[in-house]
C-alpha cells in the first residue's frame, strides 16, 4: 500500500507560547499544510507515504524537504519552481481568545504552477491511495485545474482517492465559490472527509445543525451522511468529524461514519487542556486511511482515528507526532495520563 | 475626547512561565502599573489618551517611554527625575500555588517627586477624562498630596475623574491608613471602580460578604454600590468587581454598575485556564472608560468591560492587547474560542 | 533532628515545555531522584538533612553536587567513584497523552558501586532518621546489598527508617523480583509509605483495587494498611497516596494514613493543570517526614504531607520548591490561589 | 528641520545567532529597510523624521508601525493596501562564510502599489529634507514610478534630496536596467550616497577599482567622485563608502566626501568582531543626514557618519540603536570600549 | 559511486553558547560523531552515502535516525540493539580557555555489539568506498574486532577503503595500546587522513614536529607522510591536516596530501572567530573523498577538502551544513565573507 | 587558612548576549558584587572561605543565598535587614562600542545598614585573612563607617587584610570624596590591589601614565608602587593590574607586583574575543589571595592571579568558574585553546 498526498506546504510563523506577536521579538518557525500533516502522520505510522508539491527553489523550500524527510516521507515526487514559499502566521489563543490564523499565501509556488509541470500519470505510478483537500483547489484558477486533473487520473488509473472537503472561507478568491468546484471534484471522491460546515460551503448539502453552538446534536450526523452518500454514488463512505469548541483550551472531540451499510459514533474525548488545534482535522484524516488499511471493522477504523487527533491536540506544531501504540493505547480505553515509566 | 491617566509604572521582572525565582538565570522583562495598563487599554481601543509620570533619566526609563510609545500613548507629558525605576518582581502561580509579587518600589521616582514638579493646570490642557487609582497616594506623603492636589485641580477644569481604589496592603507605609486619604480623594471622584475588598479598605464601607471564599454572594453588591453612592454624592456611578478565585488557574468573573437610577450585572466569565491575571482589574477599567464614551446603554458599557477584562486574563503582561474587535466579539457571546482563519 | 536519605540522583533531560524530543535542538537539564528530592523538600522546609549517594568524578558530578549545596542539603558524605551519572529522559504529556520516562541509568556510579564504598556506621553517626525508597535495591544485586545493609546498621544504630516502596517495573532486572528484596527490607522500616501498587508489587499484598482506573474506592485502603502492619509488626505506620489520574493534566490527590490505633484520610485535592507531576510521591514523603517531627496530630501531619506534594505538582522540575508557609497555607484551607501581594 | 523617508519596511527573519535556518525551530523577527533604516538613526538621534510607505492590513502590518513608533518616528503618513509584508530571510556567517540574504518581495504592497495612493504634494508638505534610496526603483515599474514622481514633487517644493544608491542586482527584474531609471533619479539628488559598485552600476560611471578585494585603493575615491558630481551638475555632494572586507567578522570601514570644493577621506575603522552588518550603510545615510545638519564643517558631518556607522555593526538588527553621545564620544577618538560604569 | 560510513554517533550536550554547564538549566542537544559527520558532509555535498551503526530501541536512537535522514543519508542499514546511546558533554571554550569534551560513552550499543550482529557482505553489497576511523576501534574488544572484520571484508569486495586515524587518548581502555590495533588495521587502508598526532599514536611514526605548539613546521610534514606510505605499500595516498591553535577562538588551518607521485600543500586559513570546532577534521575527510571523486588533480581535491574544514568552524553542531558551492566559492579564492544578497 | 568578605552583592540584570535593553523582553539574571566574586573564586579554588554581607528579607534575598551557597562559600554570616537589593543593569558592548553599566544601588539594603548590626569581633572569630573594597566604603556614611570599623577590628585581631582599591566614579555620592576616606583605609591593609586610576582617585598617588590610551608604559609602574609603599608603612605589598583597552572585544591583561623586596612584571595576555570583562579586575583579587597562600615565589603567586583573571574574561557573568587546574595550565604557558578530549 503506497499513499500519495499533494498540497501545499507552509511555512508556520508564530510567536512562543502564547504570547501576541512581537511580545518577543521571535516566531517559532515549522512547515504544515493539510496534505503534508496527513503524509506525516501516516509516515509517523508506519506506512509508505510520498507527497507531492511545488516548492521554490532557496533555503527555505531546502529546510522544508529536510523537515519531511527526518519522519521518512518520500520526497522524490516534489518539484522545485517559480514563485515562493506560502506562510501562514499563528496566534495562539486561550481561554475565550481564539487563536487566529494570518495566511500569507498569495503567489506560492503551487498557487502559480502551470499544470503542466505534474505528469499524473507519471506521479501516480505505483500508488494505491491517493488523498487531497479542498484547499489546493481553493487556492488560485490554476490550482484548481490541477487538483481536478489529478483526481480524473487517479480514478483511471483505479487508485482509492480521499478528500479532506476542508473549507477554507479566506481563500477562494480568484473568482469561483466553493461549492462550483468542490461538487465536481466530490464525484471523483471514494473517501469524504468533512465537518459539518465543510459539507454545506463544498457541497451545499444541509442538515439543521447549529455549527456555532458549542454543543452539536450529534443525532443529525447521520442524515447528513445519508445525504451526501445519496448524491455521491462513487463514494464509498464519509467521515464526519464533531468538534464542540467549549473555549480555546476546551473541545470536546468525536465523529462518526456512514457507509450507506453502516453508521458509527465515536466515542468522544474531553480535550481540557488543548496545547496546538491545527491540523487537528488533519491527523483525523491520517488517523482514518490508516484504519481503514488496517482493521477489518469500520467502527475500529473510526475509534483509532478519532483518538489520534485526540492525541493531536497535545502536540505543539501541525504535524501529530504519535506512534500506533500511542493511538491504540487511548482508542483501547487508557486515556487516564499516568506516566510510563 | 482625551483621555489623561497618571501614577506610578513599574518594571516587570518575572521567571520564564511557572518556573520559580532563578530556577533559570532568566527573567522576563516587561513594563506595567494600573494608569500606564489603562492608558495602554485606550489606546489599543483607538482612543486618544496621554499618561503622566516621571521617571528616572537612565536608560531604563527611556525604554519604558519607548514601550509605551508603541502602542500610541502620548507620552509628551511623562516627566524625567531624580530616584529610581520602581520594580516589581512576580512569580506566577498555578492550581493551589498562588502567584506572588514582591514590591521593590521604594526611593521610586514617582514617591519622592515634588509636588510642584507637576503643574496640573498646564497637565489638563486639552483633557477631558482623568483616571488615577489607589495605588499612587499609597506611595508616599508627597505621592498622596501629589494625587489630591490633581483631582481636585481635575474637578476645578470641569474633567471627569474616573478612580480605581485599588486597595494594596503592603503598601500604605508612609503613616496614613488608606480610608484617611481616600475618603478624601474619592469626593473629587465621578466615577468610581472597585472590588469589595477596596471599598471596605479604602471608604471603610461594608455589607457583610466574605471576601476570602471562592463563591461571592452577588445579591449583596447591590447594597455596597448603594451604601457608596450614598456617601459620596459627587459620584456618578460605581462599578464594581465580582472575582471568584476557584485557584490560580481558574477564576470566575463578572462585575455590576449602579448609577442609583440603574443597577447591572454583567455575564459571569468561566475562565479556567488563566495565562496572566496581573492587570485584569486595569483592563476592566480601561474596558469601561471605553464602554462609558462608545454606547448608550450603562449595560453595553459594564459587557464591554467585563469581556476586555476577561480576554486580559489570556495575555502576557500587564497590557490588555486586544481590540475593540475582540472585546465586542465576546461581549457579543462568542466565546467559543474557535480559530480564526 | 538530623536526616540522612541514601539514593541515585540521575540528571533529568527534557525538552522544553510540550515539545517532543528534538523537536527543538534543545534539553531543559535538571537533576532529580526519590531521596535526593526528599532530601531538598527537608532542606526547603528548614531541616537538617544530609544526602549520601556516589557520583561520577566529573563535571556533571560537581555540578550535581552544587545543584543540592544550593538548597542546603549536607553534601559531605557524597562520595564520588567510577561508573557514569544515571540520566532519565522525560516527554511531558497533556490531556490523555501520557508523560514518558525513559531510564538510562545502566552502570551508574551507585549500581556498580561496591557495598563496602560505604561504611555505615561511620555514615550515620549523628543521625535520627534514615529514609530510603524501594529505587535503589532496583538497581543492581550491588545496590540491594547496600540498601539491605543500610537499613540493618540504622536499625542496630536505633535510628528511625523511614522507606517509600516506590516500585518502578522497568527496573528489577538484575534477576530479583521486588518482592523478594522488598519483603526483607520491610521488615526494618518503621514508616512505610507507598501507593497501593507498590504494596501490591513490593509486599504481595493486596485488596481488590482498580489501581488503573480514575476513580479510587478509598474505603478499602484501611484494610489494606491493616493487612501491611498486620504482616510487619516492626512497622509503626503506613501512609497510602491515593491519586486519580483523570488525564495529564488533572489528577485528583489524597492519603490516608494508619499507625494501627488510628485511620486518617486526608482532605482530596483536585489538581486541574498539572505543570510537573514528577517527584510528586517523593514531595508526599518529604512532608510526612516534616509533619511526623512537627505536629502532635498524626492528621495534622498527613495534612501536611498531602498539601506538600499537592504544591509539587505546580512546581517545575523534581524538587518541591516551597515552604513551610506556602504548605501550611494549604493545608489550612486556603487553596484559592489569589495573588499574594 | 523635518525629514521625510519613504521606502519599503520588510519583516527580517533570521535564525539565533550563528545558526543554520531550521537548526532550531526559531526564527528572531525583526523589521527593516533602508529608508526605515535612516528613519530610525535619525529619531534616535533627536530629529524630527517621519517615514512613508504602503503596509498590508493585517496584524503584521500593524506590528511593523509599532515597532517604527517606539523609537519616535512618525507615522502618520503610513497607508495600508493590498499586497503583503514585504520578507527578507537572513542567515549569519562567520570568518570566511558569507551572511546570505534570501529575498522574499514579490508582491509586496509597495511593490504593487498605484502610484495614485501617494499624494506628493500633500505628502512634502511641512518637508525641509527627502531621503530615497536605489531599492525602491528596482521593485517593480509602479515602484519606479513613484520614486520618480516623489523625487519630481520633492525638487518642485525646494526640498533636499538626498538618496543612497544601494544598487541590489537581484531586484531589478521588471525589465529594466539600474542605470536606466537610477540616471534619471540621480538628476534630481543633492546628496548622493554610494559604494563604488553603487556608482558604476547605477550611474554607469567607473574608475579602475577591484570592488573584490578586501584591500581598497581609497586615492581613486576622489577621482570617482568627481566623475560624478561632473555628470550630475544640480548635484551638490557625494559621500562615497569604503569597506575592505577581510572576513564575515573583519571589515574595515571609512568614508570619503566630496563638494566639488572639498575632498575628505575620514578615519578608518578595524571592526574585527562584527555583531550585524546589514542596515551599515543606511547608518552611515542617517549619520551624514544627522551630520550635515549639525555641524559646520564637511569632515566634521563625515566622521559623524562613519562613526554612526562603525557603531551600528555592533548592534543587532538592522537599526542602529546609538545616541548622538555615543556617536560624537567615537568620532572624538574614543574607541577603546572601555566599560563605563 | 556509493559511500559506507560506520562508526558510533553520539547524543551531543552542550550548555547555551559560552555558557559553563548548569550556568542555566540548559542544554544544546543535538548528535555527532566522527563517521556519522562524514556521511553528513557527502549527503551535504549530494552523494550517495549510507551509515551504519547500532543504536539502542529507544526514543533517543529513533530521533538520531531522523536526524541523520534528514539530510539524506540512507539509513536502512542502522540497526537497533541492547544497550545505550553514546553521550558527550561539551563546554565551549574562548580565547586562551579551551573547549572540554567528556564522554558518557561506556556500555553503549556499539561497544556491546556482538561481531556477529553485522554481516559485512550483505552490508558492502553495493558499496563502493567505505569510510571508518580510529574511533571505533577504540571503544572496546568488540568493536575492535569488528572495525577490523568490517576492513578486511571491504577489501575483499575491493571496496576503497579511506580511515581517520583519529586518535583519542581517553578511549583505548579495554587493554589494548591504540598502536596495537591500528597498525594492523591501517593495512588494509587506501586512503588514510591524520594529523601529526594521530600518526605518531597510532602508527608510531613520528618525525620530530611540536604538536603542542601553536606554529607547525610544515616542511617537515612531507618526511612523515613519505614514511607513513613506505610503511603501508598498500596505501594509496596519506592527507595531513595542520592545525596551528593559537588560542580557542583563533587556529589557522591546512593540509597536504601525499601519494608518493606528488606533494602538495594546501592555502593556510586564518580562522580568528571560531564557532565551533568540534567535527572539523571529520568535515576535511568528507570533503577529501567528496574531492577525489570529483576533482582529476590531486590538489584541487585538497583544497576543496581544506575549504569544506575551514568553513566547518563558522558552523555550530558537529555536522558541516555548507554546500559544493559555498566550498568552491571558498577554494577558488574568494573569502571575504562579503553578504551575498 | 579561612578568608571572610565583605561588602555589598548585587542583582545582575543584562539583555542576552548582545542585545541591547528591551531589543527583547528578556533579561539575564545573576548575582555578582567585587567581594563576593572574590568569595566564589576563593570557593572554586577550593579555599575556605565566608562571605558577610546584609540582603532584603524576600525571595530574591533568599535566591541570592542560594546562588553563593552552591559555591560552596559560606554564608553562615549574611544578615538579612531593611532594605533592598542593589541592582546593576549592563549592556554589552562589541568592537567601538563599550558596555555600559546602570547602578540602581540607592536604598540597599547594606547602604542604610546600621554599623551596630555588625559585630566585628564575632564576624571575625576564626577568621585569618578579611578581605574588603572600595566600593562598600563609597556607598554612603554608614557603610564607610562599617568599612573603617571592620579593618580596624581585623588589625586588632593580626587578621591578614587585603583591599581592591576600585575607585567607582559614580558612587562616592554622600559628601565625600573618595581620597578622603580610602587614604585611612589604606593604613590598615597589608595587601593592596589596585589599577593605575584607582591609586590616584583613592590614595592622590599619580605618576604619569595615560590611563586612556590603549597602550601602557608598563615601566612605570614599579613606580607607583614604590610611591604607595613608601606612604603606607604598614602596607606589606602592592599588585597593579594593567589593562590595555584595544576594544570591547580585545583587552591586552597583564600585572605586577611590588613587596619592596621585589618587583615583577607577568606575562601579558591578549585577550581578543572578550566574552564578559566585568569581574575581571576581581578574579584578579581571588587568585592573588589563593597564590600569595599557595605559592613560595611572590611571582608565582602573581602568574597565577593574571591567569586566573585572564581566564575570566572567557566566563559569562560576575563570578570565574575555572579551577586551580585551569588556571595553573594557563600559568604553565598552555594558552593555546586545543579542545580536551
Known amino acids: 500500500m503506497k499513499i500519495l498526498t499533494f498540497g501545499e506546504i507552509l511555512l508556520r510563523l508564530k510567536p512562543p507560547g502564547l504570547e501576541r506577536f512581537f511580545q518577543s521579538p521571535i516566531m517559532e518557525a515549522s512547515f504544515g499544510g493539510g496534505e503534508a500533516n496527513v503524509a506525516v502522520s501516516l509516515a509517523n505510522f508506519g506506512m509508505d507515504v510520498q507527497y507531492c508539491t511545488v516548492l521554490p527553489n532557496n533555503v527555505i523550500g531546502d529546510e522544508c524537504i529536510k523537515e519531511l524527510r527526518q519522519f521518512g516521507v518520500d520526497v522524490s515526487k516534489v518539484k522545485r519552481g517559480e514563485g515562493r514559499m506560502g506562510i501562514y502566521f499563528l496566534e495562539s489563543g486561550a481561554n475565550q481568545l481564539p ?6 499565501r498569495s503567489g506560492s509556488s503551487i498557487a502559480i504552477a502551470q499544470p503542466e509541470l505534474f505528469n499524473w500519470n507519471e506521479i501516480f505510478d505505483g500508488i494505491d491511495w491517493y488523498h487531497i483537500t479542498g484547499i489546493t483547489p481553493a487556492l488560485s484558477e490554476t490550482a484548481m485545474e490541477l487538483s481536478l486533473a489529478s483526481v480524473k487520473a487517479a480514478k483511471e488509473k483505479g487508485i482509492t482517492v480521499s478528500c479532506d472537503l ?8 480568484y473568482g469561483k465559490k466553493a461549492s462550483e468546484v468542490m461538487r465536481e471534484l466530490a464525484s471523483y471522491v471514494d473517501i469524504a472527509i468533512a465537518n459539518e460546515e465543510d459539507v454545506q460551503k463544498s457541497l451545499e448539502i444541509t442538515v439543521d445543525i447549529d455549527v456555532e453552538s458549542g454543543s452539536l446534536d450529534r443525532s443529525k450526523y447521520k442524515a447528513l451522511g445519508d445525504k451526501v452518500l445519496a448524491s455521491y454514488p462513487n463514494m464509498k463512505l464519509i467521515a464526519i468529524t ?3 469548541s467549549k473555549s480555546a483550551d476546551h473541545n470536546d472531540w468525536a465523529a462518526c461514519i456512514n457507509n450507506r451499510a453502516h453508521f458509527y459514533e465515536s466515542k468522544k474525548y474531553h480535550i481540557t487542556d488543548i496545547v496546538d488545534r491545527v491540523g487537528g482535522g488533519d491527523s483525523f484524516a491520517g488517523g482514518l486511511i490508516y484504519g481503514l488499511n488496517h482493521y477489518q471493522e469500520l467502527s475500529a477504523a473510526l475509534e483509532f482515528a478519532v483518538a489520534a487527533s485526540c492525541l493531536k491536540h497535545s502536540i505543539i506544531g501541525d504535524f501529530n507526532r504519535v506512534s500506533v501504540s500511542d493511538v491504540e493505547k487511548l482508542a483501547n480505553g487508557d486515556g487516564s495520563g499516568r506516566v510510563q515509566r
Open 242 to 244: 464533531l468538534r464542540e
Open 166 to 173: 476542508n473549507f477554507r472561507k479566506n481563500l477562494w478568491k
Open 99 to 104: 487563536s487566529k490564523v494570518t495566511y500569507d
